[in-house]
Every structure is written in structure tokens, then in C-alpha cells.
């Protein structure tokens, strides 16, 4: 199953999401990050500037060493202030403390910074959250004099004031950076939707083409546009498509060439041969005459003459397979009759056992001239290579699917020989084969299976070849046997003969009439 995340567009997608959400959330933070200290920075600038400039104008008149209500006049009026703002102050000299609010346990102020302030001369700020509220604590040490002649005089004055407002305005950046995230989101699914379907579109025409030249269409082409490296990909399968389209019209070219040689070298044949196996004939009936030397000179060229004849004819219908001339002339066929007629026209009534259903049981629409080649060829193959006894079976059975009612015509050629070598099964119809290489000459022509199994196939029907577990065995083809394990090689035809009507039906299985 394909799932739409693994493919390209999804890959796409996916990517731009990514890094349109990172880009996003990096450039909100940063943004939240700067828009905050400013916001921050600006309001302690204020807050400090301010405290400084009440606490200088309220120096002078403040004694030294202060006094405990000098401490808390300098608290009271700094925060009378800034009256809006709500500042809290205190002021520290040393042991004395005082507040602007009564009470006040300034819990805030942290002991370094209490340290900070005592050691320095610049003001100090500490940002704390106390209770989920934001607070900013400024510390600034009071100095008397002139600037120059400043020194730490050990008066204090702390400042809290609380930052509702710039927390709102942090709040309110964080909200709007939340609410452009779903924006942009959003537009980098768009972007990555056009992007997709611009890299996807020629990938889409590039699949389509390979598709149509799979299917046989080797003319396909891609328009090339632009000069990226999708269009480079698209002109080099254009180039690679012209290629393999002239290859393969050169392989056709000679193929056909090939195949009119042995049609046209067959041809010439047949008409030598015809004289040949007359004037053969003739020796033949006066061999016995003759001295022996020339009597079996003359019969080693009639049987010689005899097998050219065979091959010579088997090529000419192999070409004809090859160049899809070959057709069938189909009749009403009483099947069981047809293979009798088989056998006796070659003198094999009485070599080969039958079990074949009686007359007018199983009847087809068949090609006789055809079945006749199929089974002759089987038959005869079985005789030469395997050993008596040899039988063939004819029955009929549903197969592969029972439901659509087909009857097929089952036809078993069984032989008693040593069985065919595993490694020469997947080959016995093919064209020459031979398994013993060494052996150059055959009793056959090493055609008869391959024309068998092209006979059946032109009726849609299948044809294989097997050991079985008892009995003898067979050479196929031309091709000795070297001896099989199991005993007994089995040829099966199976051809289709229609429909069977309803009540006709025999119950399932096979139905068959032993004849012997």
C-alpha cells in the first residue's frame, strides 16, 4: 500500500512545514526576545532616571549622618513622587531603616543586592517575580557633595515598582507572535503545495512516459522546458528513449531477417528434399538386391533424408509461429476418437495403453491438425526416449476456478523410462535443447515439444512436463536422460472447452473410461 506521507509530495509538504514552523517560531523568539528587553530596558531607564533625580534633589537637605526621620522623609517623599506609579520605597543608613508604606517588610530586596549597593556607587536593579507578579527592585546609593568629591556615604534608597503594564505588553507580544504562527503555517502549506506540484508535474510525465514505453509505445517522448535539472533529466530520457527505440527496431529488423532466412532456406529445401526422398524410396526397394555395403549406404541416406524432411518441415512451422502466421481451423471434435486416429495413423494402437472416455463422451471445438502435431509429438517422444509401457489418458475436468463452469480437456502422456533430470525440467521445451552437451545429433529434430507447446498455446491451453513417483521415465526433446531420481516422466496438456450446461454436469472430479 502506498501511503501518501512517503511519497514526494508528502516528503514536500512535510519539509516545507518544517522549516517554514522553525523559521517561524525561531524569528518569534528572537522577535519576543528583543521586543522584551527593549520594552524591559526602557522601563528601568525611566524608572532609574527618575529615582535619581528625586533622591539628588532631596540630598542636600538631608543631614549626615541621617537621622531616623530623615529616613523617612526621604522614603515619603520619593514615593510621593511618583504618586501613579506605586512606588514603594526604603531608605537604609547603616542599623536604620524606614518605608514609605508602614510595615513594609520590603521582602524583595535580596541580601546581594543589599551587598551591591553598599559597594558601589551606580545604581543596581534586580528584576523578581513574588505571587506570579513581576516586580523591579532598584537599589541607589546616595552620595553628598560635589560629583567629583563623591564618597559612599552609606545612605540607600530601595525602589520597587510593580511592572503590570510592561507585562501586559510582553502578554500582548507573546499573543501576536501565537497568532502569526498559524498564518505563516498556513502559507508554507500553500508554498509547499505550488512547489510540489511544479517539482511533481514532470516526475508525473516522467513516469507516465516510462509506463508507455514498458507497455511497448517506444515513440514516447518528454517536452523539455526550461533549463533545470528536471528539463536535463527529461532530455536525457528523451535521448535514452530514441536509443533503445532504434536498438529495438534493429533487433526487430534482424529477427525478421532471421526468421524469412529459415522460412525462405526451408522453403528452397522442401523441393530438393521432395526429389530426394523419391529417389530414396526407389533404393530403398531395391536395397535388398544391392551388396550389402551399398544396401546400407542407401538406407543410412533414406534415414538420414527422412530426419532432414522432419526438420525442414518443423522449422517451416516454427517460423510460422514466430511471425504470428500461425492460425486455427477449428471443428467439432469427438476428442477420444481423434487420439485413436492418432495413434493408429503412426502404427501405435497396439505400443501405447489408452484410457480414454467411450465415444461422443468428451467433444470440443479443437484445431484436429494441431492436436494431432501436439500428441503425436508427445507420443512419440515418450517411444523413443523413455520405455514401455507408455499410456495416454484423456478426461475432462473443471479447473482452475469451478465456480465459472469451463470444462478442460486433460491429455496425459505417461512413460516407464528413468524420469527427466531436475535440472533439464524447466527446459524440455525449449527450442535444441539438449541436456548432454556433448552430444551433437539427436533421434529427433529437438523442435517437436517447443512446436507442441506452441500448438497448445495457440488453443489457450498450457502444457508440463514431470516426474512421477513410480513407473519409467522420458527424454524430452532430443535430450537423453541422465537418470532421474523419481520414475516415470509425465507430459500434461490441459485445454479449455467451454461451458459445460447445467445438466450435463457429472458430479466433480475427474470422468474417464478405462480402454486398453
Keep these: 500500500m502506498n501511503r501518501p506521507l512517503r511519497g514526494l509530495r508528502g516528503r514536500l509538504l512535510i519539509a516545507f512545514v518544517l522549516v517554514t514552523a522553525v523559521a517561524t517560531l525561531t524569528t518569534g523568539a528572537l522577535t519576543f526576545r528583543e521586543a522584551r528587553v527593549a520594552v524591559l530596558q526602557q522601563s528601568q531607564d525611566t524608572i532609574i532616571k527618575r529615582l535619581r533625580a528625586h533622591v539628588d534633589g532631596l540630598a542636600p537637605g538631608i543631614a549626615y549622618p541621617p537621622t531616623q526621620s530623615d529616613l523617612e522623609r526621604v522614603a515619603l517623599e520619593v514615593a510621593a513622587a511618583e504618586p501613579a506609579q506605586n512606588w514603594r520605597v526604603l531608605a537604609t543608613y547603616r542599623g536604620l531603616r ?56 552609606g545612605v540607600a534608597v530601595f525602589l520597587t515598582v510593580p511592572q503590570t503594564g510592561e507585562q501586559g505588553y510582553v502578554d500582548a507580544l ?72 532504434e536498438s529495438v527496431a534493429e533487433l526487430r529488423r534482424m529477427e525478421a531477417r532471421a526468421r524469412r532466412f529459415v522460412a525462405d532456406v526451408s522453403h528452397e529445401l522442401r523441393t530438393p528434399l521432395a526429389a530426394m526422398s523419391a529417389v530414396t524410396d526407389v533404393l530403398d526397394e531395391d536395397a535388398a538386391r544391392l551388396d550389402p555395403d551399398t544396401a546400407m549406404a542407401v538406407r543410412l541416406i533414406s534415414g538420414e533424408t527422412v530426419k532432414l ?127 548432454d552437451t556433448a552430444r551433437t545429433r539427436s533421434e529427433g529434430s529437438g523442435l517437436g515439444l517447443s512446436i507442441t507447446a506452441e500448438n497448445v498455446r495457440l488453443h489457450g491451453g498450457t502444457v508440463r512436463a514431470a516426474n512421477r513417483a513410480e513407473g519409467g521415465g522420458a527424454e524430452s526433446g532430443g535430450a537423453e536422460s541422465g537418470g532421474a ?31 486398453t
Design 174 to 245: 507573546v499573543t501576536a507572535i501565537g497568532r502569526a504562527v498559524v498564518p505563516a503555517l498556513g502559507l508554507a502549506v500553500l508554498l509547499a503545495l505550488l512547489a510540489a506540484r511544479g517539482v511533481l508535474r514532470p516526475v508525473r510525465e516522467l513516469r507516465r512516459a516510462t509506463r508507455s514505453i514498458a507497455e511497448g509505445h517506444l515513440d514516447t517522448r518528454l517536452a523539455v522546458n526550461g533549463s533545470d535539472e528536471l528539463a536535463d533529466l527529461s532530455h536525457t530520457f528523451n535521448e535514452t528513449a530514441a536509443a533503445l527505440e
Design 485 to 515: 531420481e523419481s520414475g516415470g516422466a509425465v507430459f500434461t496438456v490441459e485445454i479449455p472447452l467451454g461451458k459445460e450446461e447445467p445438466e450435463e454436469m457429472e458430479e466433480p472430479g475427474e470422468k474417464e473410461v478405462g480402454e
Design 309 to 435: 524432411a522432419r526438420l525442414v518441415n518443423d522449422l517451416m512451422e516454427i517460423s510460422r509461429f514466430d511471425a504470428g502466421a500461425a492460425g486455427l481451423q477449428l471443428d467439432d471434435l469427438d476428442l477420444a476418437e481423434s487420439l485413436r486416429r492418432t495413434l493408429a495413423a503412426r502404427g501405435w494402437q497396439d505400443t501405447v495403453d489408452t484410457r480414454l472416455p467411450g465415444p461422443g463422451e468428451l467433444r470440443g471445438r479443437v484445431d484436429p491438425r494441431r492436436l494431432d502435431v501436439a500428441v503425436a509429438n508427445l507420443v512419440g517422444n515418450a517411444l523413443r526416449h523413455g520405455a514401455c509401457p507408455v499410456q495416454l489418458r484423456l478426461y475432462a475436468r473443471e479447473m482452475p476456478n469451478p465456480a465459472d463452469g469451463t470444462v478442460w480437456a486433460v491429455i496425459e502422456v505417461t512413460d516407464s523410462g528413468p524420469g527427466i533430470p531436475a535440472d533439464v525440467l524447466p527446459h524440455v521445451f525449449d527450442r535444441f535443447y539438449k541436456s
Design 98 to 153: 524606614a518605608t514609605s508604606r508602614p510595615q513594609d517588610t520590603f521582602a524583595e530586596l535580596s541580601a546581594d543586592m543589599r551587598s551591591a549597593v553598599g559597594s558601589r556607587r551606580a545604581a543596581v536593579f534586580q528584576r523578581v517575580r513574588t505571587d506570579g507578579r513581576s516586580s523591579l527592585v532598584v537599589g541607589l546609593p546616595v552620595t553628598f557633595g560635589e560629583p567629583a568629591e563623591r564618597p559612599a556615604s
